[in-house]
């Protein structure tokens, strides 16, 4: 398995703050909105995460789910 570093763009953060806006500053923190804009601006396949919090909204926003 390979892990890839990927640069943030604008469209990162602004994905990130409408993400925030959205689910409102109680159910999402900012770097879980930046994990999951930045897993949708690389058409992630499978976002992973421990955190069951943000995989439901990962999932909400369209995101395929593994939690472990």
């Given amino acids: 398995e390979a892990v ?8 990162v ?6 993400l925030m ?6 159910g999402l923190r900012t770097l879980d909105a930046l994990q999951i804009s930045t897993a949708q601006d690389v058409s992630a396949t499978i ?5 069951r919090e943000q995989s439901e909204i ?4 369209g995101l395929q789910i593994k939690l472990f």
Avoid at 4 to 11: E, G, I, L, P
Avoid at 47 to 51: E, K, L, P, R, V
């Fill in 21 to 26: 806006t959205q689910f409102g500053p109680n």
């Fill in 4 to 11: 890839t570093v990927v640069a943030f763009h604008d469209r």
């Fill in 58 to 61: 990962a999932r909400q926003a």
């Fill in 47 to 51: 976002f992973a995460t421990s955190d």
């Fill in 13 to 18: 953060y602004q994905r990130a703050m409408n």
